[in-house]
């Protein structure tokens, strides 16, 4: 099921350790950012994600929430 996808890949761009993964789950939905509120830092108990550096998420908003925007690309 379709639904049941996207529910286990945004889990997955949450829960990876690995930029790779999540580059590569970004690129399947082409999305270019991720929106990290403190609903889903309580939810996966995470300060910030795993795999964040400045050469392939940039920072582009830091307050009540956290939103990245993706700068690397797999293919």
Known sequence: DDADQRFND???I???PY?????DLL???D????????RAMAKYSLAD???VDE???????????KI????????
């Open 27 to 29: 690129e399947k939905y």
């Open 49 to 51: 994600l795993r795999y």
């Open 19 to 23: 930029q790779t993964v999540a580059v």
């Open 55 to 65: 050469k392939c998420f940039e920072l582009v908003y830091d307050k009540e929430v």
């Open 68 to 75: 990245y925007k993706s700068l690397c690309r797999l293919t």
């Open 31 to 38: 999305a270019k950012y991720i929106f990290l509120s403190q």
């Open 10 to 12: 945004i889990e997955r």
């Open 14 to 16: 949450f829960n990876t």
